[in-house]
């Protein structure tokens, strides 16, 4: 029956289990254990294949190093290297891997708050959301706190929280967490939502991206959104 849920409502395997415990489903402790170690399971592999692929491009950098240079970026006209030294780095030459990784991240996040004078905020929302197709707006509560909705000549969309899905639902994905950029954003801002969903897209994290008058809303599927703040974190961001 879980598996079923999931495939329907196309959520994690744990989502479809406390749903179904939720509505009085009973499950043995050997199933819900099984569960927790195959969920487990699965979020190490996803974690080991995204360090793995991490590793990979990282580790190109040692083949254009020295013993002054961490990375060499080219040569001049007399055949002299230039690039990021060790000492620029803080590090002695040829460091571990972690410690050239966290390098660079301080690096590109010292940048990000040179050129932007401030680190954008990313403000956390805490309650669960829903991405929905409803056959109108009539049982939609307007005055719910986060409520984005969507007409076109196709379609009602409808973007709640999962406590506020109407009745009249006709398609519905739960199991989404959502953050937002804080602030109000000049409407001759470029490229905000495009560097926050490059970040995430290199680290294998899909978002749903929702525009307001205000700012910018992004949802992320609830088993990435950790990985999703860590990685915005260590990038310059600011995530309260």
């Not at 979020?43 to 692929?53: A, G, M, P, T």
């Not at 970026?73 to 290297?81: L, V």
Request: with cysteine; glycine share 6%; aromatic share 10%.
């Amino acid at each position: 029956m879980a598996r079923s849920y999931r495939k329907r409502f196309h959520v994690d395997i744990m989502t479809a289990v406390s749903d179904l415990q939720a509505i009085g489903v009973e499950f043995t402790q050997e199933y819900l254990d099984a569960v927790k170690c195959s969920e487990e399971e699965r979020l190490r592999q996803k974690r080991l294949k995204r360090e793995q692929k991490k590793a990979r491009e990282w580790e190109s950098l040692y083949e254009d190093s020295d013993d002054t240079f961490a990375f060499i970026a080219g040569y001049t006209g007399g055949g002299a290297p230039h690039g990021i030294t060790w000492e620029e780095l803080g590090l002695e030459p040829y460091a571990s891997y972690d410690e050239l990784m966290e390098a660079y991240d301080r690096m590109d996040a010292l940048a990000g708050i040179e050129e932007e004078g401030e680190p954008m905020t990313i403000r956390t929302i805490e309650p669960d959301f829903s991405v929905c197709k409803v056959r109108d707006y009539s049982q939609v509560d307007l005055d719910s706190e986060y409520c984005f909705i969507g007409k076109t000549d196709e379609e009602n969309s409808l973007v709640c929280t999962t406590d506020r899905v109407p009745d009249n639902v006709i398609e519905r994905e739960d199991g989404w967490k959502a953050f937002r950029i804080e602030g109000i954003l000049d409407f001759s801002l470029v490229g905000i939502l495009y560097n926050i969903s490059a970040l995430l897209a290199e680290n294998e994290i899909g978002i749903f991206a929702i525009s307001t008058y205000n700012t910018d809303y992004i949802l992320t599927k609830r088993e990435d959104y950790p990985i999703a703040l860590e990685v915005l974190s260590c990038t310059g961001y600011h995530v309260v």
